[in-house]
């Protein structure tokens, strides 16, 4: 590095060069460190975000810098011609590319990292109507097969007979890539302060031919620092967090297993039985992109909306005595090779679901009839249903056949999708994988690929399913209506399948309630602190729930040691306040909390005011749990099915479920901007510093070895004289020289 940050290491020199340092920082600096940089903090801010390390089972996926950070000179990437001259003619390599959404794609990528001249990324995401790109799918063309029911199979693995090569036609795999350069997210806002615009300044001023030659110095330039110590792939990550993390002085752990909880209710007590009448309904909750915390998932989120939706629906009108064969889940960890739904299938199938329910009353998986999963539904104007073909027999068609006709008796028509074809990505496949005598159902809005060209991708976000802010009435919108319709269908299915009625007074009563949707909608996509939660916040959440500096909710599923993720926490509030029973002589989270240590079987959920200073809450006591949704290899408790006297790692923890940990990274990510000198300007200044530096020293060594010739005073100005202290009287004296008069100026 030359110029201003080189020639620290002369502090006197320092300060005399920085008062000619060009600055881009408009701000009164407080300190030599401000005058020479400007920071912008990657964690924590709500616009700004970060690509991370995460590892599988062979391999590492995402982002890297080195411990020091990755420099390299700023340079705005918006054509093809851009990226041309920097591969080709720049002259100051390494680059921090900076691309707008046009470039922001897997050409441009590949072609930047494969020149070797690129240090790293900033993305300047600009979410405005006319700059969204048509497509920016960042997953596989045939998403999650590492663990799909059909990888063994010849016909339909791999997304075999699916035209285009799978689901996905739009997905470029970009999310698993192993860049090993970081890349930053800050979303574009033009209003003159905004990091982006700083960014964008700072380029024009200092790189661009507009103000002077693009080659000469000095030059803006940038440093990323976030490193993350994790590599390889799980195993070796755990394996060496299990060595180093043991020391008790000094523990080091390189990651963290990713995992979450899945959130699981029934509407009144199950009877105990060996039939096959357990009907469930399943939706995925956690969502993934590219970048750590900015995850929309807009027409993912459409499906748990319509069964929370649902689930309003049949708590509104009482009945909930009637529906003890029916069960509700919301899955997380999904994303991450089906790993909730993974751990939660094969618990059943052993007997051990729920895991802290005495074994005789356990939910076993021979008990399941059917699954209806609610997938994606917020694109086009049509409605699938799709079923597995290898499973597919006169008993299970009979029962498709009963759920397909029951939801087309209401309010909206239900497709059947092409039969030839696989299940689409679905956490169905985990269950009939165990267990193929269960009837397995999922609706889409899509028949043989993917309407949603976002998909893990952060153009997947409220406008991309038509629900915005700028929508007039968002009660009223399309989305709202669509979500209804499904809802009150799936809610009507649900009481037909649970009860055998078909009581048209009961079940016309059943409807979806439009402001519970737009209100859904609006908390999950465009505003946290939207009304419907405000009043439903848990009170151990108040404090972070007020700090939250990001618009919506993250539903990244994180690490598997912390706290469930915030977002589900808010549907269990929710749920506890339309499924529970309320108890009245509880007031305070304490007593509240202090219930469910009387039993497994049944939970008891605070909820208070979020503008509430006291901690008085009201306290519901609902059928509703948490189940884990990681690798049971991550369990500090060993899990009874497995064996516990082997001790590493366990070859079916390994083969039969999905191992993706998260990477631990540095402290403070930051990125730093400041102004960059040509080596060659900082030599001549650091060799004139050292000339300086040792002429000074000798100039100061020949004084001080000269000093009494040199500061010597002269008598009546032309004769010397001295003052002496006699160390060896008892009284020290001044003494004139014999034969002179004593001056004036010592009487």
């Known amino acids: 590095m030359g110029g201003c ?83 080709n003619n720049g002259e100051n390599p390494p680059y921090i590319a900076m691309l707008n959404n046009a470039m922001f794609n897997l050409e441009t990528i590949d072609k930047l990292q494969k020149s070797g001249r690129v240090n790293g990324f900033i993305y300047l995401v600009d979410y405005g109507e006319s700059s969204r790109p048509s497509s920016s799918s960042k997953d596989d063309v045939c998403p999650l097969t590492q663990f799909e029911f059909y990888k063994h199979t010849d016909k339909y693995a791999n997304c075999s007979g699916v035209s285009d090569g799978g689901w996905n036609r739009k997905g470029n795999s970009l999310r698993f890539r192993d860049f090993n350069l970081p890349i930053i997210l800050i979303e574009y806002i033009d209003n003159g302060i905004h990091e982006t615009d700083f960014l964008i300044k700072c380029y024009k001023r200092f790189n ?92 993912e989120a459409t499906g748990f909306i319509t069964l929370m939706a649902a689930i309003h629906a049949l708590s509104a009108v009482n009945i909930n005595d009637k529906l003890e064969n029916v069960m509700f889940i919301f899955l997380e960890a999904e994303t991450f090779d089906y790993t909730g739904s993974t751990r939660l299938a094969y618990e059943m199938k052993h007997g051990y679901f729920p895991a802290d329910w005495p074994r005789n009353l356990s939910i076993n998986l021979n008990r399941v009839k059917a699954i209806i999963e609610i997938g994606q539904i917020g694109l086009g104007n049509e409605l699938y249903i799709h079923t597995d073909p290898i499973t597919r027999d006169s008993k299970k068609t009979n029962e498709t056949d009963k759920i397909l006709e029951s939801l087309n008796n209401y ?39 993917f309407l949603n060209n976002h998909s893990r991708g952060i153009f997947d976000d409220s406008t991309n399913i038509g629900f915005s802010r700028d929508t007039p009435d968002l009660k009223n919108s399309t989305i709202t209506k669509r979500i209804v319709d499904v809802a009150t269908a799936l809610a009507r299915t649900m009481y037909k399948l649970g009860t055998n009625d078909d009581n048209d007074s009961i079940i016309n009563d059943i409807k979806a309630d439009e402001e519970v949707v737009s209100g859904l909608l609006n908390c999950t996509l465009l505003n946290l602190r939207c009304p419907l939660f405000l009043d439903r916040i848990p009170p151990a959440d108040r404090d972070t ?26 549907l269990r509030s929710l749920l506890g306040l339309w499924l529970g029973e309320w108890i009245s002589n509880i007031t305070t989270v304490e007593q509240c909390s202090e219930m469910n240590a009387l039993s497994s079987m049944i939970s008891y959920i605070p909820v208070g005011p979020f503008n509430s200073t006291s901690n008085d809450i009201s306290c519901y006591r609902v059928p509703l749990y948490f189940t884990a949704a990681w690798n049971p290899f991550y369990d500090q408790t060993p899990h009874p099915e497995f064996d516990d006297t082997k001790k590493g790692y366990n070859a079916t923890l390994i083969s039969e479920f999905p191992i993706w940990t998260e990477s631990r990274w540095t402290e403070l990510a930051t990125m730093r901007v400041f102004i960059q000198s040509s080596s060659y300007k900082g030599s001549v200044i650091l060799t004139i510093g050292l000339i300086v530096f040792l002429a000074s020293t000798l100039l100061i060594y020949f004084i001080n070895v000269n000093v009494h010739l040199i500061f010597t005073p002269r008598l009546n100005g032309t004769q010397s004289f001295s003052v002496h202290t006699d160390v060896h009287s008892e009284t020290a004296q001044s003494r004139a020289p014999p034969n002179l008069p004593v001056p004036n100026a010592i009487i």
Not at 23 to 41: G, L, M, Q, T, W
């Open 208 to 299: 661009t031919a507009d103000e002077k030659p693009t080659s000469t110095y000095p030059l803006c330039s940038v440093q990323i620092t976030f490193f993350q110590f994790a590599a390889v792939n799980s195993e070796v990550c755990l394996r060496r967090s299990a060595r180093s993390g043991g020391n008790p002085l000094s523990p080091v752990f390189f990651c963290d297993p990713v995992g979450s909880n899945s959130l699981w209710g029934r509407f009144d007590e199950m009877k105990s039985t060996t039939e096959r009448d357990l009907y469930i309904i399943i939706a995925k909750v956690d969502s993934d992109t590219l970048f750590y915390d900015t995850n929309p998932a807009a027409n």
């Open 5 to 87: 940050n080189r020639i620290s290491l002369l502090t006197t020199f320092l300060f005399i060069y920085i008062q000619r340092c060009p600055r881009v920082n408009a701000d009164i600096p407080k300190s030599v460190y401000d005058r020479v940089y400007y920071d912008i903090e990657i964690s924590g801010r709500g616009y700004i975000d970060a690509c991370i390390r995460l590892l599988n089972a062979t391999n590492a996926i995402g982002c890297q810098t080195s411990r020091n950070g990755n420099i390299g000179v700023l340079h705005y990437i918006q054509t093809s011609d851009d990226v041309e001259w920097l591969v």
């Open 411 to 449: 309010t909206v028509e239900f497709k059947v999708a092409n039969l030839n074809l696989s299940l689409p990505p679905s956490s169905i496949q985990q269950f009939i994988n165990r267990d193929p005598n269960i009837a397995g159902v999922l609706i889409t809005d899509f028949n043989e690929h």
């Open 545 to 570: 729930y007020k700090n939250q500096t990001r618009r919506i909710f993250s539903r990244y599923t994180g690490v598997a040691t912390i706290a469930v993720n915030a977002y589900t926490k808010m």
